[in-house]
């Protein structure tokens, strides 16, 4: 059963940035699409990028051309790049990885993801 434990958390003005961390045991991701969800108070949990084992990447309309996801297989670790914080994107920023291996598509939903992290809250001041 793999963990996943996320760091990188903080608070930053609006025009910041925050690199976010999700570390991973018990299972290699290299076979594995990652995602990054967050919620924010009262709103339900959201999409917010993902990556596939072959190296494609996805995001949501809002992070699009702000935050980036990559990954380093070697440290079995997965990384999420906020660049140009805004106050709405502040919520607690979850790391899942994908139910099934070796999908070369982008699992975008949820339901598609079996293993997730404890969060980390993202607090952007305007």
């Known amino acids: 059963q793999v963990q996943l434990l996320e760091s990188g958390g903080g608070l930053v003005q609006a025009g910041g940035s925050l690199r976010l961390s999700c570390a991973a045991s018990?299972?290699?991701?290299?076979?594995?699409?990652m995602g990054w969800f967050r919620q924010a108070p009262g709103k339900e949990r959201e999409f917010v990028a993902a990556d596939n084992w072959r190296g494609d990447t996805a995001y949501a309309d809002s992070v699009k051309g702000r935050f980036t996801i990559s990954r380093d297989n070697a440290k079995n670790t997965v990384y999420l790049q906020m660049n140009v914080l805004k106050p709405e994107d502040t919520a607690v920023y979850y790391c899942a990885a994908a139910k099934i291996r070796f999908y070369s598509g982008i699992y975008r939903s949820i339901n598609d993801y079996g293993a997730w992290g404890q969060g980390t809250q993202v607090t952007v001041s305007s």
């Open positions: 018990g299972r290699t991701l290299n076979s594995y699409g």
